[in-house]
Nanobody
Framework: QVQLVESGGGLVQAGGSLRLSCAAS????????MRWYRQAPGKQRELVAG???????NYGDSVKGRFTISRDNAKNTVYLQMNSLKPEDTAVYYC?????????????WGQGTQVTVSS
């Protein structure tokens, strides 16, 4: 089994910064993509940013230029540096990882961490 544990959420004023972390543990042979999604109340879950094991990165349009995704492959950890936060960034942020456990590749999700940006 694989577990993803997120940390770093909280309450911040508009214009501020937060850094999210997500550590994967368990039966992991390799991790392909690691991604951050978010879901605001009444809205669909949307992709925030993703990074592959090779370092290819993509961002959602609404966060380009403000958020930076990175990963530490040795620690099976992905980070999301969020700068210039806006009230519309308020959401529950979820970590996702595509993990090869030795016999199959599956998607795993964290429990989510709340980010609230006050105006």
């Amino acid at each position: 089994q694989v577990q993803l544990v997120e940390s770093g959420g909280g309450l911040v004023q508009a214009g501020g910064s937060l850094r999210l972390s997500c550590a994967a543990s368990g039966r992991i042979l390799s991790i392909n993509a690691m991604r951050w999604y978010r879901q605001a109340p009444g809205k669909q879950r949307e992709l925030v940013a993703g990074i592959t094991s090779g370092g290819s990165i993509n961002y959602g349009d609404s966060v380009k230029g403000r958020f930076t995704i990175s990963r530490d492959n040795a620690k099976n950890t992905v980070y999301l540096q969020m700068n210039s936060l806006k009230p519309e960034d308020t959401a529950v942020y979820y970590c996702n990882a595509v993990v090869f456990t030795g016999w199959r590749t599956s998607d795993y999700w964290g429990q989510g961490t709340q980010v609230t940006v006050s105006s």
